[in-house]
Nanobody, 124 residues
Framework: QLQLVESGGGLVQPGGSLRLSCTAS????????IGWFRQAPGKEREAVSC????????NYADSVKGRFSISRDNARNTVYLQMSSLKSEDSAVYYC?????????????????WGQGTQVTVSS
């Protein structure tokens, strides 16, 4: 069964940093544009950042520009989300998921492969 696995979440103080990882079993991430999404309690899931399959095109939500950085290591079958200067409003469950292969990349979800996500809590 195809499955995406997110990891790296945790509890961090405001202003702190975390790096999330997205890997896959039986799924070659290198073939796909991948996006990071998040969902906070009582809110709809929103796009955070996306990256093309070759890593040359990226896209960020306005709320995270300048603070978050998406990257990928196709040799390791992993997509990363480096999060810095974290704020309480960044608290959410973070998910990775394939997005449509457009140039420039946009965070349009393709398919339905949602995993368990990883919880990020920003609190003092």
């Amino acid at each position: 069964q195809l499955q995406l696995v997110e990891s790296g979440g945790g509890l961090v103080q405001p202003g702190g940093s975390l790096r999330l990882s997205c890997t896959a079993s039986r799924f070659i991430l290198a073939y796909y544009a991948i996006g990071w999404f998040r969902q906070a309690p009582g809110k709809e899931r929103e796009a955070v950042s996306c990256i093309s399959s070759n890593g040359r095109s990226t896209n960020y939500a306005d709320s995270v520009k300048g603070r978050f950085s998406i990257s990928r290591d196709n040799a390791r079958n992993t997509v990363y989300l480096q999060m810095s200067s974290l704020k309480s409003e960044d608290s959410a469950v973070y998910y990775c998921h394939p997005v449509r292969a457009t140039i420039p990349v946009m965070c349009d979800v393709s398919g339905d492969l949602w995993g368990q996500g990883t919880q990020v809590t920003v609190s003092s």
